[in-house]
């Protein structure tokens, strides 16, 4: 199956066709009212750490080491990309941060974690739950 998720800045328009509008920042924008990002939700458990937002904008580490940690941080909670998945099996999502160089950002890093866990999801489902029980034809 194939998935529709990009990103936006909060500094670009709502959309009438951007589907789900999920702000994936820990902090919220300066100087923008809910109502102005037209937001179905403000999700941070899917960004970036404190400690590793903060590393990353003080220049600490390199935009690779960022995306490794980052790539480590989902991988040890898979459980944060949930609610995004479902929103994205559901039509179009879009991805939102206050950052303005979207393609800076930890949101490459999500979209990419996030259209593997829906597609291994749906090959796991493809397969058979169980196998068959033969229980009752051998008299037990």
């Not at 998935?3 to 924008?29: H, M, N, S, T």
Request: aromatic fraction near 8%; include cysteine.
């Amino acid at each position: 199956m194939s998935y529709d998720i990009v990103f936006k800045g909060v500094y670009q328009a709502p959309e009438p066709d951007d589907g789900a509008r999920v702000l994936v920042d820990r902090l919220w924008p300066r100087g923008r009212s809910r109502e102005s990002l037209a937001l179905t939700e403000w999700y941070r458990e899917a960004s970036p750490s404190n400690a590793l937002r903060r590393q990353y904008q003080l220049e600490e580490i390199s935009s690779r080491v960022f995306e490794i940690r980052y790539r480590g941080e989902l991988r040890d909670h898979p459980d944060r990309l949930y609610p995004l998945m479902r929103l994205a099996r559901r039509g179009r999502l879009t991805l939102v941060t206050a950052a303005r160089d979207v393609d800076s950002t930890h949101l490459p890093e999500l979209r990419q974690r996030l259209l593997e866990a829906l597609h291994q999801e749906d090959q796991e489902d493809a397969l058979p739950s169980s196998p068959p029980c033969f229980a009752h034809e051998s008299g037990h």
